[in-house]
């Protein structure tokens, strides 16, 4: 009686309150656009948030996980806190010496090959649970909504995943470099989400962003 | 009428853009750049505000004090001498009763000689019910304007920024310390409380070509590097530790880190101590050129120069120069000045009055302005104008709140850095350093210490420049006392001469007993401007010099910050379950449990709360309810040492524990004492899953952390899983059939039976199920991914809406599982318990050889328990006040326990509780009482727990 089910995005509540335009990547339904708040091409032009927690997600501890990574064929960054694209897209971050964290692009299934390999007989090598909430911040302002929010020191962040708060949520959060105005991914709890979804939009269209659908913001993933 | 001057005066206004604006209810026009101070000073008003205490009138005296402080509809307290006038500004002056040009209250300043400092603590403190009275009377007199407590909410918002160097003052010393270590590599954020770079460049030295080609160096310098960020209009108010400071702008409050700090914030002028010295018209040169130069406004038509050092003559010249009538300098030094500026005086035919001093301001009707002085040698002279320089003290408040030391410097009259902390330079006048290239060459040494230190650069050691003579004061300025006083120290508070006299003769005759005392500093302008005269007058009064002598402690703020910019933006997290959007819709009654956010019990139309209550467990317990567990703390356990892990961390075994099932577990600290409690599931033989409560999942799983790695020797590795599963109960006699059409476990009974744990899927889901007991009822937990929990909740209530399945929220599980005798640790335990007092003894195995607490526990257990919880019920008949959680259990004149739990039971018609009790009160049938509300005494009785299904029946 093994039936696939509708996941929901943690931000779900607050989407449906919002006027999400729906689509469904990876099994989730998740905001294509809003029909409300600013066009997304102006938020993008200052500062845009959109929830990416549909793209896969898998995390693997264990004295064996960097074995077994580079078993599956990931290439596994060397030094913790470093990550790494996988081969067939996607991103690996070693979020400690004998755990990883790998997260899918948009559209593609390497993540979930991976998954499926793994076992619960697998010596030495866990499944962790990652229902992480997937944030992404972008346009030139991202920076000017991370600022009101956490006491990092963000032109110094370089390309490394960091643990810290962001409007006092613990968070991972990685920079994402581009020429033209870095983006930030933002991993927290799914219970925090909400929360951390809301302070972050309301400081963005103070500063004359939004928050946005998937589908403006794809080509970052 | 106005006193603009013509260009090229002005250098921050736009004459192009006029601003309309009101002040007082009457209508005045500036320019774009204008401050509300500088624009009505040009229109010819000279009362712009009132003082604290004798509301006295004054007008502008440093262009940064408290002078003019104004409210609008939004904002209080406002400093008009810095609030940039706007169109459709409309202000007040605050403190009036009336307006700052005929304040009713004026009167006051008649009774100023009863009045002297804390005359109040003095007069009014009998008899003692009256203080408030007097309290309230003084307050609505005296004061700094009301709060607006309508007024519309303005966000704000709170920033962080970091740099290597942050240069405070952007003067000649701030410039080039900031170009400097700029150029250098370093970030540098330069910060200035002006509208735009240049300091005193921009007003003291206007026929200084040299000056000028400095400041278009330094400010094109300043454009040039991208490593380099000017804030204008910014306060640093605060010097922290770790180099944090805060930068207050009109719109925020920003946390800056700095690597290194250059402190280069020039001096403040002093004031002269004379009678009348505050009357509007008598200011400090740096306000009368500012005023000049920075806004093309004429400080007065005919002015009187009081100085003691060339910087006063300069600045006669400048008035002079401005069509300004200088009808005399009076320079108390027997000689005057004797460098060439005294002959440029004397060129321009403006009249020297050497070895006098003004004794006296003689004041326009109704003190609202300056005709004159009045000289100590007699005689008097006309003017609407005393311009004073008679000295500056540094603005080293920044310094001395990083514990810089200030020490006095005989040579120059003044302190000047000593010791400074690591990381933390001083540049320019603050320094002691007044030549303008000397000024330069300071902040370019500092500039280059400061990139050293922050490690951007190898740059050698650039020697400072030494301290010379001062050109801006060297002989003291006489304090000139007066019969009738009004002779002022600080102008914020009114301090007059006398206070501190009366101060030192009453013993208080240190510098932090004579502030006290007198509350010379206390006022917005934080002493910027008195603070040095005040030490000055103690020293005297007990024939001493300044030398070894120290100011007050400087504390943050340097000056005025709203309130709203310290708030800022608040951030308060909130935690939801996936099915938290389920919750409000089904009408859900939203409690505060830590961060999360839980249903307590969910409303009926037409119920009060404790019938919503009484309703959700009665169906619980005759049909099927469904409660969210979301918040219940979720850790996996793995690895070949898992099992000997858990059974170092709990008091019970786990060892043995079997495959597919679960177990209650406890884990105490090293003093014994109960910190958590969880069911623990054994998935395989090296896998585990285990909740913790609500409030001690990050902390267990932290403590958890801790000891694996402390026993390196095993083999586990922890998952923290609290937020990646959902978890919900299904319980009631109804629970099974409900869910056995969403699964495919095997729930039968036989195959799945009280206390076990299975793996399957619920409504497709993967999702862990779990036989528990928590309610006392058929139950499972359904544990699932969190973004599958939405699907799962759905589909149980839609399958269970024949059996009339309702939520139930956690009011109605505290009184369920009540009924069964089960503790909830952190409520029915508290920081002392331990498990043989709070009836869990049976849940620790001695026969391990180690575990966490056993050491403890051993002990405890070979002595006699001091309490014991126990569960109690009171009368069934019993109608009147019901205790409450916490209420004390009363044997005598002891206290004994108190109440941890208590409810009137639906199920078994009335009320049962848990409670500490002494031990002799403990055994089944006695009676104890236990004090209620307003001391009532009730009695309750000691009964067997389980109080219902004793025999665990229903979970079969």
């Known amino acids: 009686m093994i039936i696939e089910y509708q996941r929901h995005s943690p931000l779900h509540g607050v989407h449906v309150a919002n006027g999400a335009e729906w689509a469904a990547h990876h099994g989730m339904t998740i905001p294509a656009s809003f029909k409300t708040g600013r066009a997304a091409d102006e938020c993008l032009a200052n500062v845009a948030l959109a929830d990416v927690s549909a793209l896969p997600k898998l995390g693997v501890k264990g004295p064996g996980a960097v074995a077994w990574l580079t078993g599956q064929g990931v290439s596994v960054p060397d030094t913790v806190y470093a990550c790494r694209p996988m081969d067939d897209g996607g991103t690996v971050i070693r979020v400690d010496t004998a755990e990883c964290f790998l997260e899918d692009r948009l559209g593609n299934n390497a993540v979930d090959t991976i998954s499926a390999a793994l076992d619960s007989d697998q010596a030495g090598v866990y499944r962790v649970p990652r229902q992480d909430a997937g944030l992404l911040l972008c346009g030139p302002k991202a920076v000017d909504v991370l600022t009101q929010t956490c006491g990092l020191d963000f032109r110094r962040l370089g390309t490394r995943l960091v643990y810290t708060r962001v409007a006092v949520v613990s968070v991972a959060l990685l920079m994402l470099p581009d020429n033209n105005a870095p983006s930030y991914r933002i991993w927290c709890q799914p219970s925090s989400a909400e929360y951390l979804w809301e302070t972050l939009a309301e400081i963005a269209n ?9 589908d403006a913001v794809a080509r970052l993933l | 009428m106005s006193d603009r001057l013509p260009e090229p005066y002005g250098l921050l206004i736009d004459r192009d853009r006029q601003v309309p604006f009101q002040f007082d209810g009457r209508e005045y026009r500036g320019y774009d750049g204008d401050t509300l101070s500088t624009a009505l000073w040009a229109e010819g008003v000279r009362v712009l505000g009132r003082s604290f205490k004798y509301h006295r009138p004054r007008g502008i005296f440093s262009l940064s004090d408290a002078g003019l402080v104004v409210e609008t509809d939004e904002e209080t307290n406002i400093c008009g001498d810095r609030l940039r006038i706007t169109a459709g500004l409309d202000a007040r002056a605050a403190n009036t009763r009336g307006g700052a040009a005929n304040d009713r209250l004026a009167i006051l300043d008649r009774f100023g000689a009863f009045t002297p400092v804390g005359f109040y603590y003095k007069a009014f403190h009998t ?8 309290e309230r009377q003084l307050r609505n007199m005296a004061g700094l304007g009301a709060v607006n407590t309508n007024k519309p909410v303005r966000r704000t918002a709170k920033e962080y920024a970091h740099c290597d160097v942050l240069v405070i003052g952007a003067g000649p010393a701030g410039l080039a310390a900031a170009t400097r270590a700029a150029t250098l590599g370093a970030r540098v954020i330069l910060a200035t409380d002006q509208p735009g770079a240049g300091g005193s460049l921009l007003y003291r030295y206007s026929a200084d070509a040299a000056a000028a080609a400095h ?37 925020r409050l920003t946390k800056t880190r700095a690597g290194a700090v250059i402190v280069a914030t020039g001096d403040n002028g002093l004031p002269a101590v004379f009678r009348n010295n505050d009357l509007p018209g008598i200011m400090l040169g740096s306000a009368a050129l500012s005023l000049i130069h920075l806004y ?7 002015a009187v120069v009081l100085t003691n050092n060339a910087d006063g003559y300069r600045t006669a010249l400048d008035l002079h120069a401005a069509g300004v009538v200088v009808g005399a300098i009076v320079d108390p030094r027997a000689d005057g000045e004797t460098s060439a500026v005294s002959g440029k005086v004397e060129s321009e035919s403006i009249s020297i009055l050497r070895g006098k001093m003004v004794s006296e301001g003689l004041p326009a009707s109704g003190k609202k302005g300056t005709v004159g002085v009045r000289l100590d040698s007699g005689g008097t002279l006309d003017c609407d104008g005393v311009i004073i320089e008679v000295g500056t003290a540094p603005a080293d ?36 350093i007044f030549d303008l290239e000397k000024q330069i060459e300071d902040g370019v040494s500092a500039g280059t210490a400061a990139a050293v230190h922050v490690g951007i650069s190898q740059q050698p050691f650039v020697p400072r420049p030494k301290r010379g003579t001062s050109s801006v004061a060297v002989s003291r300025c006489p304090v000139v006392a007066h019969p009738k006083g009004k002779n002022f120290v600080d102008f914020d508070e009114d301090v007059q001469v006398k206070d501190f006299v009366n101060a030192v003769q009453e013993g208080f005759d240190s510098a932090e007993l004579m502030k006290r005392y007198t509350t010379v500093g206390m006022g917005p302008s934080q002493g910027r401007y008195s603070n040095f005269t005040a030490l000055q007058i103690l020293a005297d009064a007990r024939g001493e010099t300044l030398a070894g002598k120290a100011l007050t402690t400087a504390r943050p703020f340097v000056s005025a910050v709203p309130l709203s910019h310290l708030a800022g933006r608040g951030f308060t997290a909130r935690r939801l379950t996936p099915t938290h959007h389920r919750h409000i819709e089904a009408g859900a009654h939203i409690m505060f449990a830590g961060d999360w956010r839980r249903p307590e019990y969910y409303l009926r139309t037409g119920l009060e709360r404790q019938e919503c209550i009484y309703q959700e467990a009665a169906n619980v317990r005759q049909g099927v309810g469904l409660i969210d567990l979301g918040t219940l703390g979720k850790l996996e356990i793995n690895g070949a040492d898992a099992a000997a892990f858990l059974e170092r961390v709990y008091t019970g075994n786990f060892a043995n524990l079997k495959i597919g099932r679960t177990r209650y577990g406890v884990i105490c600290d090293e003093s014994g004492v109960v910190i958590d409690d969880g069911v623990i599931c054994r998935l395989a033989a090296d896998r585990f899953y285990v909740s913790t409560t609500t409030s001690g999942s990050d902390t267990i799983y932290r403590t958890l952390q801790r000891w694996a790695i402390q026993w390196a020797d095993l083999d586990v590795v922890l998952v923290n899983a609290t937020g990646s599963y959902g978890a919900m109960n299904i319980a009631g006699p109804k629970s099974r059939d409900i869910l056995k059409a969403l699964t495919d476990v095997d729930l039968d009974p036989e195959s799945f039976p009280y206390l076990a744990v299975r793996e399957g899927h619920v409504a497709g889901v993967p999702a862990r199920l779990s036989r528990v007991g928590f309610v006392g009822e058929l139950g499972y937990e359904i544990h699932v991914p969190a973004d599958g929990s939405l699907a799962v909740w759905d589909a149980v209530m839609e399958a269970g809406k024949d ?19 089960h503790v909830i640790v ?10 043989f007092e709070a009836g869990i003894g049976w849940a620790v195995k001695f026969k391990k050889p180690f575990f966490i607490g056993k050491r403890s526990l051993q002990i405890l257990k070979e002595r006699p328990l001091t309490r014991t919880l126990v569960g109690f019920a009171l009368a069934p008949d019993h109608s009147g006040t019901v205790p409450k959680e916490c209420h004390l259990v009363i044997d005598g004149d002891a206290i004994t326990g108190r109440v941890t739990s208590i409810s009137w039971s639906p199920a078994l018609r009335h009320v049962i509780g848990l409670a500490y009790v002494a031990p002799s009160q403990s055994e089944i049938g006695t009676t104890f009482s236990i004090r209620a509300d307003r001391g009532q005494m009730i009695s309750a009785i000691v009964v067997k727990t389980p109080f219902f299904d004793p025999d665990g029946e229903r979970l079969k």
């Open chain 2, 127 to 134: 008899p003692r019910f009256m203080f408030p009275f007097y």
């Open chain 1, 206 to 214: 103070d500063i004359g962003g939004g928050t946005v659908g998937l």
């Open chain 2, 397 to 432: 408040e920044l310094i001395r709140q990083a514990n810089g030391h200030m020490e006095y410097d005989d040579v120059l009259g003044r302190f000047v850095p000593g010791t400074l902390p690591d990381g933390v330079y001083a540049a320019g006048r603050v320094n002691g």
């Open chain 2, 296 to 302: 093309g406004v004429k400080p007065c038509r005919t």
């Open chain 2, 826 to 835: 952190s409520q029915d335990t508290d920081g002392l318990s331990n498990p």
């Open chain 2, 803 to 821: 059996a009339e399945i309702r939520p139930f929220g956690v009011e109605a599980q505290r009184l369920l599982r009540l009924e069964k005798g």
């Open chain 2, 215 to 251: 400041l278009s160096r330094l400010t094109e310098a300043v454009q040039v590097h991208d490593n380099l960020e000017l804030r204008v209009g910014t306060i640093v108010a605060g010097h922290y530790a770790d180099g944090w400071m805060a930068l207050v702008d009109d719109e």
